[in-house]
């Protein structure tokens, strides 16, 4: 395993006052304003400083605490999530993962009341240090074994080579043991009790499907199901095994959900060579359709 450049998913920078958006929407909306006329060599430079700063941003995160929340309390309805008192996320449905908050590492005050009561059902300060974390919601806000609780979670950004990927599993499933999970012949996790995340293990990114089992020294009990996943090439990510085990009525069954974590750079700036419908490399050519001859300037 490689530690590659990478790029967090979807950051979304707190700063003063509300910022208010759904857990998991990535696109922005609203009226576009106009922008003040400037000359091409300040137009120039602005789009550099832009670049550096995103580039930056998207690659250093030593000073910064990102955290996003996960709800994955099944019995618990749509949430709102407050930091200090401000509204950060509205709404959010079981089994949502936000994108990354952007905050100084700090103390702050969590806050997760139910969409539209006034009881929070979560109101604790919370410490946050520099760096990848998730603060995951599991447990039952009803339930007396596995009891409602905000869970804060170390996220990795070191992301694979290409053809691969770095996945850890989280079990938040309420009535279940503690589990293996399997992926063919290879093993996921093993033995992840309740409220827990395994180690990060390499995979290949194509990997489809894996295997819940109850724990067993040989990881080979009977599986409880096979699940569906789907794999981000070149990243590290987090799935989470939510629901419930044995369902009652209108109660969630077992699925995974998958949350990248971090995933490895492209190369920007490379020029793209102009190609042709057959996939030849198209040559510049001048207006009577001669191949236009690169020149060099003399001194």
Known sequence: MTRQSTTRRGALTLTGGALVALAGCGGSGGTEEETPTATEAETEMESTEMESTETEAATDSDSEALLRVAHLSPDAPNVDVA??????????PFGTVSDYLTLSPDEYQITVTPTGGDEAVFDEPVT?????????????????????????????????????????????????PAVDVTAGEAVVADDVAF????????VPADTAAVELRPESDENDADPVGTFELELTDAAAQTVFAIGYLEPGDDQPGVEFVAAVDAEMAT???????PTTEDGMTEEPTTEDGMTEEPTTETA
Do not use: K, W
């Open 128 to 176: 946050l240090q520099s760096g990848l974390q998730t603060a995951a919601a599991i447990g039952e806000v009803a339930g007396e074994a596995q009891p409602f609780s905000l869970t804060l979670l170390t996220d990795d950004d070191t992301a694979p080579d290409s053809g691969s990927a770095n996945v850890r599993v989280g079990h938040t499933v309420p009535d279940a």
């Open 195 to 202: 409220g827990e995340v395994s180690e990060y293990a390499t």
């Open 267 to 273: 190369d920007e700036g490379m020029t793209e060579e």
């Open 83 to 92: 930091v200090d008192g401000d509204t950060v996320l509205e709404d959010v």
